[in-house]
């Protein structure tokens, strides 16, 4: 966990601060096997803070998840990025198949290490599964983790219980423990862009 008077002190980003775009794949737009999502503005957010990094010539990351089944198998048309991805020669590409680009090919963490970067934005797909799952891991090792809500998505789930449970409500309880535990500095995109501006 962070330090408490950093994790609480206004927004400030470093020159180095990476953007990491977490699966934004074509395979998430399969409606029917996903089910209802939120945030439909999340693409838009997300292109906007790519727009802002290209700008200030911070780095970027993309990662692509490759599934055993599903719409994200690789070699299919969803394991794809999505187009505002897809146009991007990114600093480092990622392919992995579990839920932390921590856990990836070629290794993030080195990459960062290399690099001295501290600072890593986490956007993309799915709120709750790899981008939460990266930034718990991202704080365990001692990054600093910011984590826009509005720049992600996810979808709704059902529990073992057999409730439904809301994509918005997923994301409010990722948000919540992400916060509340230190993980990340949880915040607007457009806080993000007024710190990537200053």
Not at 40 to 67: C, F, K, M, N, Y
Not at 99 to 111: I, V
Not at 165 to 172: C, I, Q, T
Request: glycine residues 6%; charged residues 20%.
């Amino acid at each position: 966990m962070t330090n408490t008077d950093a994790f609480d002190a206004p927004l400030t980003l470093d020159s180095d601060a990476v953007l990491l775009l977490i699966d934004v794949q074509q395979g998430f737009e399969d409606q029917d096997f996903w089910g209802p999502r939120d945030n439909p503005d999340a693409e838009q957010r997300i292109a906007e803070l790519i727009t802002a990094w290209q700008a200030t010539g911070r780095p970027i990351v993309t990662v692509q998840h490759a599934s055993r089944v599903g719409p994200l198998v690789e070699g299919t048309p969803g394991y794809r990025l999505k187009d505002l991805a897809a146009a991007l020669t990114p600093d480092l590409h990622v392919t992995k198949t579990v839920n932390s680009a921590f856990y990836g090919t070629p290794d993030l963490h080195a990459w960062l290490q290399e690099r001295g970067a501290r600072q890593l934005v986490v956007t993309g797909i799915m709120t709750n599964v790899c981008n939460e799952t990266t930034t718990r891991m991202a704080g365990n090792l001692g990054y600093d983790a910011i984590f826009p809500t509005d720049a992600m998505h996810t979808f709704d789930m059902t529990g073992p219980d057999g409730v439904t449970v809301p994509a918005a409500e997923l994301a409010r309880a990722t948000a919540t423990t992400l916060h509340a535990m230190r993980f990340a500095k949880v915040v607007t995109t457009e806080t993000v862009l007024r710190a990537a501006k200053a």
